[in-house]
């Protein structure tokens, strides 16, 4: 069994799309929040998801360097420790992203990490080969 990569992040204020089809709609509401983004060099994107309630927003992180919300929605990702993966060439496995957070789900249970139902699973889209998916543990 791998060691768990568990992390602590601080809050992150964003600007967000609301999916009109949970993970399904991911690539839309993306394409919406990237129509009023002059460019995604230096943008932070994230994908966060509630799977208590199948809801999705793409994000964008507001910043000093970027603080226009370019009239979305304002909200913040949730801090706190969260267990992480590595997916590279995301791209090409677009259709397997939901299984691999099922398995660190799993691998964070089997660890004796208490999952915490009250925050999202974000996805951190570090570059178009990186993806660290997250899952938010108890801890």
């Not at 799309?17 to 509401?29: C, L, N």
């Not at 249970?109 to 899952?135: A, C, T």
Request: charge should be neutral; aromatic fraction near 10%.
């Amino acid at each position: 069994m791998d060691k768990l990569n568990i992390s602590i992040i601080e809050d992150i204020t964003v600007a967000q799309v609301k999916s009109d089809s949970g993970p399904a709609g991911a690539r839309q509401a993306f394409d919406k929040l990237e129509s009023r983004m002059p460019g995604l060099k230096g943008r932070k994107m994230y994908g966060v998801i509630y799977p208590e309630t199948n809801e999705y927003f793409a994000c964008v992180m507001l910043d000093e360097e970027y603080p226009d919300d370019m009239g979305f929605e304002r909200s913040t990702i949730p801090g706190g420790s969260y267990a992480k993966k590595k997916i590279k060439n995301w791209t090409s496995k677009i259709q397997k992203i939901g299984a691999e957070f099922q398995a660190l789900v799993k691998d964070c249970i089997k660890n004796g990490y208490k999952i915490d139902h009250v925050r999202p699973s974000i996805e951190f889209y570090r570059s178009f080969n990186e993806l660290i998916i997250m899952i938010p543990v108890e801890g």
